[in-house]
T-cell receptor, first 114, second 114 residues
């Protein structure tokens, strides 16, 4: 069965360190997204990609970067981790066009920056 | 600027009764509205959607109503079951370029009691 996976599921790091969160999907979807979930904010879009070599900034992109070298993977990098980046991160993918624009989500990565 | 708002952070409903979750939006360019359900330690999963050209969509126990003039949508769950206890996110879709982006509300935690 097709799926979307994230690793690691939990990560603790220190302020200033570079961190990369992995996202891998086997849906063969062109579109991939990274969100963060924080209390009182819901899910906010960090970066998204419409295909290989394509990346775009979302609502809260400062301090994050992504690269898309193949269809299956969209790693999210925190260049220099900050305590404000402590959050739960979700990766998602979608196939467009679909009438209802459904996105399929991974299980999430809980990141703690000390 | 919160374009999608869920003003009730939590809701408690007795098993068998109706659950009504509300969502308001400000962007008239949204073309689809979706509801996602999220259990703890899992990613959100798609529940039901509605096109902006319709005012009602039903799927089993779940019905979504859209009032475009009021920029308001609601999710009705009848009858509510304990397994419905989760966080529900309202999301709105706007097609930009070749794909769509979702804007999420802050979520409503539904608890269905016995």
């Amino acid at each position: 069965d097709a799926e979307i996976t994230q690793s690691p599921r939990h990560k603790i790091t220190e302020t200033g360190r570079q961190v990369t969160l992995a996202c891998h999907q086997t849906w063969n979807h062109n579109n991939m997204f990274w969100y963060r979930q924080d209390l009182g904010h819901g899910l906010r879009l960090i970066h998204y990609s419409y295909g290989v070599q394509d990346t775009n900034k979302g609502e809260v992109s400062d301090g994050y970067s992504v690269s898309r070298s193949n269809t299956e993977d969209l790693p999210l990098t925190l260049e220099s981790a900050a305590s404000s980046q402590t959050s739960v991160y979700f990766c998602a993918s979608s196939e467009f066009p679909k009438a209802y624009n459904e996105q399929f989500f991974g299980p999430g990565t809980r990141l703690t920056v000390l | 600027d919160q374009q999608v708002k869920q003003n009730s952070p939590s809701l408690s409903v007795q098993e068998g009764r109706i659950s009504i979750l509300n969502c308001d939006y400000t962007n008239s360019m949204f073309d689809y509205f979706l509801w996602y359900k999220k259990y703890p330690a899992e990613g959100p999963t798609f529940l039901i959607s509605i096109s902006s050209i319709k005012d009602k969509n039903e799927d089993g126990r779940f019905t979504v109503f859209l009032n475009k003039s009021a920029k308001h949508l609601s999710l009705h769950i009848v009858p509510s079951q304990p397994g419905d206890s989760a966080v529900y996110f309202c999301a709105a879709s706007e097609v930009t370029g070749t794909a769509s982006k979702l804007t999420f509300g802050t979520g409503t935690r539904l608890q269905v009691t016995l």
